[in-house]
Antibody, heavy 120, light 105 residues
Framework: QVQLVESGGGVVQPGGSLRLSCAAS????????IHWVRQAPGKGLEWVAI????????LYADSVKGRFTISRDNSKNTLYLQMNSLRAEDTALYYC?????????????WGQGTLVTVSS | EIVLTQSPATLSLSPGERATLSCRAS??????LAWYQQKPGQAPRLLIY???NRATGIPARFSGSGSGTDFTLTISSLQPEDFAVYYC?????????FGQGTKVE
């Protein structure tokens, strides 16, 4: 079955960096775009970034553009999110989510999330 | 950016009752709208995509309708496991956006 397992979250000071990972299994990783979606504590869902199946296209929410970088290693079935210049408002549970199909950007499988806390 | 507005914020119902949740888009999203269910401590689960298609394994009591700017998620007869928060999401225009959620309690 499809599994997505995030890791790399933690507590970081404002202005610091973190690298999140998402290990995928149970499907043909190279065939799908993968997203990051976040959820601040007690709040709703916010789309963060997507990388295309081949890694050639990356899109970002305005709130993270220029600070976050999404990448993937198809040989390792792993997705990454490099987060720099972190702010208090980046505090959230970060989910990786698989797209339903190419160009059908709904999220049909989600990981359990990894918590990022930005605090001094 | 397309804004999705869900109503009501909270829906108070009893098991066996019918639930009707609304999602309104700030501009047309054609039929490119999905619904998700999220229970406390869990990741969201895709219920409906393209306005009316049930995702794999979703019970028939969940149905979606609408197009353009107005969409509805209906749960025909609430089961105890259906009490949760429901989000709509559009994929018609980048950036993809979510509604703020409706809590069914």
């Amino acid at each position: 079955q499809v599994q997505l397992v995030e890791s790399g979250g933690g507590v970081v000071q404002p202005g610091g960096s973190l690298r999140l990972s998402c290990a995928a299994s149970g499907f043909t990783f190279i065939n799908y775009g993968i997203h990051w979606v976040r959820q601040a504590p007690g709040k709703g869902l916010e789309w963060v970034a997507i990388i295309s199946f081949d890694g050639n296209v990356q899109l970002y929410a305005d709130s993270v553009k220029g600070r976050f970088t999404i990448s993937r290693d198809n040989s390792k079935n792993t997705l990454y999110l490099q987060m720099n210049s972190l702010r208090a408002e980046d505090t959230a549970l970060y989910y990786c989510a698989k797209q339903l199909a190419v160009a059908r950007n709904y999220f049909d499988h989600w990981g359990q999330g990894t918590l990022v806390t930005v605090s001094s | 950016e397309i804004v999705l507005t869900q109503s009501p914020a909270t829906l108070s119902l009893s098991p066996g009752e019918r639930a009707t949740l609304s999602c309104r888009a700030s501009q047309s999203v054609s039929s490119y709208l999905a619904w998700y269910q999220q229970k406390p401590g869990q990741a969201p689960r895709l219920l409906i995509y393209d306005a009316s298609n049930r995702a794999t394994g979703i019970p028939a009591r969940f149905s979606g309708s609408g197009s353009g700017t107005d969409f509805t998620l209906t749960i025909s007869s609430l089961q105890p496991e259906d009490f949760a928060v429901y989000y709509c999401q559009q994929r018609d225009n980048w950036p993809w956006t979510f509604g703020q959620g409706t809590k069914v309690e």
